[in-house]
């Protein structure tokens, strides 16, 4: 089937053939879970040169194979409170401010499906921090990590002091996809591999508790988030008769044996099929793990920010982007005292006992970032007539594997949610994505009808499949939320009780396991490790590559880089609906890599490190802190605006 390019795409081929630059775009299929007789290939970025400039001209360059994950496909076989203290002193929460720009309420563009049930306008404000304040501990990110650490640190009775960047659930939060569970994305005999069958055993736990932990709240603050427990399901993604299929069943049943080992409510079933899939493609068979969740993930977090709200010892600030996070003192052989000092853009300070970096990377411009992988999933949400298709996760064995779930759409219909098609950012193309989960979906659900919401995400891959929660690096006061790994949702849920308890000082047996300092696991990581450094080094050659030649090239509503043989640096450009054209510094603050334009979420992304800009030029996912530097009137006047 042929992928149909976007207009912005169209546009500039055409206006680039009409500038005569010489070469070819290249297409190269990418390998995929093949299920069906027409396989998916996609257009991926290739390489026109010209011969009058020494600047390869291109979108994005794709290497020659794809990219995958250091993961294997989703399964490999065995064979391979306390009182409150008035000392601190909180501001006051006022004057908000409600300026309309997406960049401010979300990640991306596109709009999840989500805000059918709860629109933007719906999410609580919060002012902006206007003085400096002292507090017990200090959260950096109101996502459902930030919001759960600061849900579990309130109950224990400490001061808490939230801040978000943006908009509070303006990340990857509000654009999930709702699954929660403790069957991990990486499947139990590779973590095994790594942490051993203890370590494993305890990341099943541990989830399976923040699974379960949000139905409590979700119960205790009487919150209507769509809570309810269900089977997951795990098939082949290749159909009954092929010599891969039964491959992949011999995976999954030596995986369902391995999870049961451990603790789980898992079963292999040979003749599992899922209601409501009706097609002639038949992938039967494969594992079930029973007593896994799913919910609505924004209506549950509003609820309890709501909660938190109405609490004496909470407050949280919006639009308040921190730039540095220092330690301050000396502690030695018990003498002395540390505490934090955080820096917003704004030029306040926060002080306080402790701080906590839910920002999905940590601020540190190195720290673990070196462990992680950075990628974009995708999911679309299709209705289908209520009770046509049974309510239950499902996953299928591909590298990038298909995810799929039920959430509300209205009184005759559910939506089908429909996720996958995972790359690493900026690194290839995003449009046809959607193309693909909805072929892939309406192969299987003939009773799909309309598609309704598209939209993206990003995944923080650990090199050794689970997240790290605990001590920064180097850090006695400074604690980090990060590398979730694909399972965010219970990995923040999970990360608000290790936190509260180690700042309590309680031992908890699962603290070592998500240590950022750990050394083993990493040590058996390695060899991927390596190659991810290599493969994004290598992103550095977008210094000697242009996106057009010039900016009357850009249609209206895309964005693109313009670096000329005789520019000194390259420029990122967005031309609005209106022709209005802004420019920006095309360099990631981060670690200088040149970014990428995203077609699908209208942003500038970094294929190094995986950073996120707004066509604004705002940061709207790290490692960066800062935006990227206007280069023109145009651009500084609306990062003002949009800010």
């Not at 309810?228 to 491959?247: N, T």
């Not at 965010?488 to 936190?499: I, Q």
Request: overall charge neutral.
């Amino acid at each position: 089937m042929a992928i149909l390019a976007s207009a912005c795409q169209r546009q500039t081929t055409r206006l680039l053939a009409r500038n005569a630059v010489s070469g070819r775009l290249s297409a190269t299929s990418a390998t995929r879970d093949v299920t069906v007789a027409t396989p998916f290939s996609y257009k991926l970025r290739g390489t026109c040169t010209t011969t009058t400039r020494t600047i390869t001209t291109q979108t994005q360059q794709q290497p020659s194979a794809p990219q995958t994950r250091t993961t294997a496909p989703r399964y490999q076989a065995l064979s391979q409170v306390q009182a409150l203290t008035p000392r601190q002193s909180f501001a006051t929460m006022t004057d908000v401010n409600t300026q309309p720009y997406r960049s401010m309420q979300s990640s991306g563009s596109t709009d999840p499906v989500w805000t059918h049930k709860l629109p933007w306008s719906k999410i609580p404000e919060f002012p902006s921090l206007s003085q400096d304040v002292e507090t017990d501990i200090a959260i950096i990110g109101a996502g459902i990590a930030g919001i759960s650490t600061a849900y579990e640190l309130v109950k224990r009775g400490k001061q808490v002091t939230l801040i978000e960047a943006r908009n509070v659930l303006s990340g990857e939060s509000g654009r999930t996809s709702g699954h929660l569970t403790n069957d991990l994305d990486d499947g139990f005999v590779e973590i095994a591999k790594k942490h051993g069958e203890e370590g494993a055993k305890q990341a099943a736990a541990s989830h399976a508790w923040a699974r379960d932990r949000i139905g409590e709240i979700a119960k205790e603050l009487n919150i209507d988030c769509e809570y309810r427990k269900l089977p997951a399901y795990d098939i082949s993604q290749f159909p009954v008769g092929e010599k891969k299929h039964e491959d992949e069943l011999q995976q999954l049943k030596e995986e369902a044996e391995f999870q049961k080992k451990i603790g789980m409510e898992t079963r292999f079933d040979p003749n599992l099929t899922v209601r409501g899939w009706t097609s002639s493609i038949d992938q039967r068979g494969g594992m079930v793990a029973d007593n896994q969740a799913t919910f609505h993930p924004t209506r549950y977090l509003v609820g309890v920010l709501n909660w938190l709200k109405t609490q004496p010892n909470f407050q949280c600030y919006a639009r308040t982007r921190v730039m540095d996070v220092k330690e301050k003192g000396i502690e030695l052989l018990g003498m002395g005292h540390k505490t934090v000092e955080i820096t917003t853009q704004g030029g306040h300070t926060i002080k306080a006992e402790n701080a906590i970096e839910a920002t999905c990377v940590p601020l540190q411009k190195l720290s673990v970032i070196a462990q992680l992988e950075f990628y974009r999933t995708y999911c679309i949400a299709v209705r289908v007539p209520k009770g046509s298709v049974e309510d239950c996760l499902l996953y299928d064995n591909a590298e990038e594997y298909k995810y799929v779930r039920l959430t509300e759409c209205d009184e005759q219909n559910d939506y089908l949610v429909v996720g996958g098609c995972d790359h690493k950012v900026g690194q290839e193309e995003t449009t046809p994505r959607f193309d693909e989960l909805e072929k892939w979906t309406r192969e299987r659900f003939p009773q799909a009808g309309s598609t309704d919401y598209k939209w993206s995400g990003q995944i923080f891959e650990p090199v050794d499949y689970l997240g790290f929660i605990g001590k920064n690096q180097g850090n006695d006061k400074i604690y980090i939320i990060t590398g979730d790994s694909g399972d965010g949702l219970t990995h923040g849920v999970l990360a608000g009780r290790l936190l509260a308890d180690e700042i309590d000082g309680v031992k908890n047996p699962w603290a070592d396991l998500y240590n950022p300092k750990r050394v083993a696991s990493i040590l058996k990581s390695l060899p991927s490790m390596l190659s991810h450094d290599l493969q994004i080094n290598a992103q550095y050659k977008r210094y000697l590559q242009t996106d057009i030649q010039d900016i009357e090239d850009l249609p209206r509503g895309c964005g693109g880089v313009l670096n000329k043989a005789d520019a000194k640096k390259p420029i990122a450009v967005y031309k609005d609906e209106n022709g209005n054209v802004k420019k920006f510094s095309a360099l990631c603050p981060h670690l200088k890599g040149v970014v990428c334009w995203n077609h699908v979420e209208k942003s500038f992304d970094c294929p190094v490190h995986g950073s996120r800009f707004s066509k604004e030029g705002i940061c709207v996912s790290g490692p960066a802190k800062a935006g990227l530097a206007p280069a023109d009137e145009a651009g500084k006047k609306e990062q003002v605006a949009a800010a």
